[in-house]
T-cell receptor
């Protein structure tokens, strides 16, 4: 079974804080993704990575950065959290480009 | 980039009836179309997908159809059951230009009434 885990289920941060969200997959998948889920907007891609140390911007990268130092780990960084970044963040991984994406349980982030 | 529109945003059906969710996409280069189901409080999971060289695909009570000319694809659920209640997301994968990513629709909340 593919297992994708995220470091926190719930996070509360203050405006201006630096926030780290971590994602780990245990199936040696090449591809990893960070999405943001908001009601009525579906899943929007923030960043993705096709290989270690490689990253590409998705549809809404502003205010975010990512790091992939190891194949199994993909981190999302909010350099200076703002209230409009309050959301559910979902990590996913896949073996191939057009193959099933396996999602983590999500991190619900509240920025006050 | 790719734009995926999904309708309806909410859908209620009686148990045993059929449900249909429709999506349109903008990029004619899109060639892979998965559907994900997200139950309340859980993570999205793939339920079925279709590639552009196929017009229809079935898996038990679930089917997906693809019309490349019209650039739309649909999810059909027959004999609905209460456990089908969830949010369903369509998605399209595009290779056009610099975009190589899956773009999701906005989701459909399906409620199956007992």
């Amino acid at each position: 079974d593919v297992k994708v885990t995220q470091s926190s289920r719930y996070l509360v941060k203050r405006t201006g804080e630096k926030v780290f969200l971590e994602c780990v997959q245990d199936m040696d998948h090449e591809n990893m993704f960070w999405y943001r889920q908001d009601p009525g907007l579906g899943l929007r891609l923030i960043y993705f990575s096709y290989d270690v140390k490689m990253k590409e911007k998705g549809d809404i990268p502003e205010g975010y950065s990512v790091s992939r130092e190891k194949k199994e780990r993909f981190s999302l960084i909010l350099e200076s959290a703002s209230t409009n970044q309050t959301s559910m963040y979902l990590c996913a991984s896949s073996k191939g480009i057009q193959e099933t994406q396996y999602f983590g349980p999500g991190t619900r982030l509240l920025v006050l | 980039g790719e734009n995926v529109e999904q309708h309806p945003s909410t859908l209620s059906v009686q148990e045993g009836d059929s449900a249909v969710i429709k999506c349109t996409y903008s990029d004619s280069a899109s060639n892979y179309f998965p559907w994900y189901k997200q139950e309340l409080g859980k993570r999205p999971q793939l339920i079925i997908d279709i590639r552009s060289n196929v017009g229809e695909k079935k898996d038990q009570r679930i089917a997906v159809t693809l019309n490349k000319t019209a650039k739309h694809f649909s999810l059909h659920i027959t004999e609905t059951q209460p456990e089908d209640s969830a949010v369903y997301f369509c998605a399209a994968y595009s290779f056009s230009g610099s975009a190589r990513q899956l773009t999701f629709g906005s989701g459909t909340q399906l409620t199956v009434l007992p």
